[in-house]
């Protein structure tokens, strides 16, 4: 009985001097304390910062998905454009203009949907002459294939248009040798026939105002030359609408000009 007595008093001892060991364990000095509390700090002013990022992430959530309908809208405005684009490409001829676009003049008030572009004013000596660098209206290949088939032959949209180019291009080569023959700004060997175009040719009434070139411009032309595939094209190219001729009388010779109509 005794015994039984004082192993229980050991017992309870031993848990006593157990829970007072743990409890030294649980026991810091100042230092150490001080450091805990540092790292406390810090711990905190981290978690401080993570809360900050996460609401700049939510704000910028926000704003992305209150721009979504906008973005969406501008997806579609641009899909709706590439198919237009697609079409207008599907619709002209692979020859692209080697003349650089007359850049357009907007002016007045109003409505100027409807209105057309603003030209540039003249300068003395250039109210007949027409605009040097004005493109050339290309023919597109369903101009060309409703055409018969004996007028067209073997001709292609991109050679017709290529022809239709050199002749802009000698189009604007007489007019700025007319321009500079009235201002008296060309010499040399070209001189006399600038002189010539200017006061002889230029002055006749169908002339006037139009981008033209004499049929002797084209002996000097690379895809359009007086032979029997040259005639063809300036065929196509009247019926389309493109060109025009006049017969103008120069010094008792008769001269075919041809027109370039805009």
Same mark, same amino acid.
């Given at each position: 009985?005794?015994?039984?007595?004082?192993?229980?008093?050991v017992?309870?001892?031993?848990?006593?001097?157990?829970?007072?060991?743990?409890?030294?364990?649980?026991?810091?000095d100042?230092?150490?304390?001080?450091?805990?509390? +540092?790292? %406390?700090? =810090?711990?905190?002013?981290?978690?401080?910062e $993570?809360?900050?990022r996460v #609401?700049?992430? @939510?704000?910028q959530?926000?704003?992305?998905?209150?721009?979504?309908?906008?973005?969406?809208?501008?997806i579609?405005?641009a899909?709706?454009?590439?198919?237009?684009?697609?079409?207008?490409?599907?619709?002209?001829?692979?020859f692209?203009?080697s003349?650089?676009?007359?850049?357009?003049?907007h002016?007045?008030r109003?409505?100027?949907a409807n209105?057309?572009p603003?030209?540039r004013?003249?300068?003395p000596?250039q109210?007949?002459?027409?605009?040097?660098?004005?493109v050339?209206?290309?023919?597109?290949?369903?101009?060309?294939?409703?055409?018969?088939?004996?007028m067209?032959?073997?001709l292609?949209a991109d050679?017709?248009n290529?022809s239709? +180019?050199e %002749?802009? =291009?000698?189009a604007?080569r007489?007019?700025? $040798?007319?321009?500079?023959? #009235?201002?008296? @700004?060309?010499?040399?060997a070209?001189?006399?026939?600038?002189?010539?175009l200017?006061?002889?040719?230029a002055?006749?009434?169908?002339?006037r105002?139009?981008?033209?070139v004499?049929?002797?411009?084209?002996?000097?032309?690379n895809?359009?030359?007086?032979?029997?595939?040259?005639?063809?094209i300036?065929?196509v190219?009247?019926?389309l609408g493109?060109?025009?001729?006049?017969?103008?009388?120069?010094?008792?010779?008769?001269?075919?000009?041809?027109l370039?109509q805009?």
């Amino acid at each position: 009985m005794a015994t039984g007595v004082l192993e229980q008093v050991v017992l309870a001892f031993s848990a006593q001097i157990s829970e007072l060991q743990q409890a030294t364990l649980l026991r810091a000095d100042d230092a150490s304390a001080a450091l805990y509390k +540092d790292d %406390l700090v =810090a711990l905190e002013s981290r978690v401080r910062e $993570l809360e900050g990022r996460v #609401r700049g992430v @939510r704000e910028q959530l926000a704003r992305d998905r209150a721009a979504l309908p906008a973005a969406q809208a501008v997806i579609r405005a641009a899909t709706l454009q590439q198919r237009q684009l697609e079409h207008v490409e599907a619709c002209l001829p692979t020859f692209l203009p080697s003349l650089p676009p007359t850049p357009p003049v907007h002016g007045g008030r109003g409505d100027t949907a409807n209105a057309e572009p603003a030209r540039r004013p003249r300068a003395p000596g250039q109210e007949n002459c027409a605009e040097p660098n004005a493109v050339p209206r290309y023919i597109s290949s369903a101009e060309l294939e409703s055409l018969s088939s004996y007028m067209r032959g073997r001709l292609t949209a991109d050679r017709v248009n290529q022809s239709l +180019d050199e %002749l802009a =291009a000698h189009a604007a080569r007489n007019a700025a $040798l007319v321009l500079a023959a #009235r201002r008296g @700004r060309v010499a040399g060997a070209d001189k006399r026939h600038g002189m010539w175009l200017a006061y002889s040719v230029a002055i006749k009434e169908p002339l006037r105002g139009q981008r033209w070139v004499l049929e002797s411009d084209l002996k000097t032309g690379n895809a359009l030359k007086l032979d029997k595939s040259g005639k063809a094209i300036l065929t196509v190219l009247r019926h389309l609408g493109r060109i025009s001729e006049a017969r103008v009388s120069v010094e008792g010779t008769t001269l075919l000009a041809i027109l370039l109509q805009d």
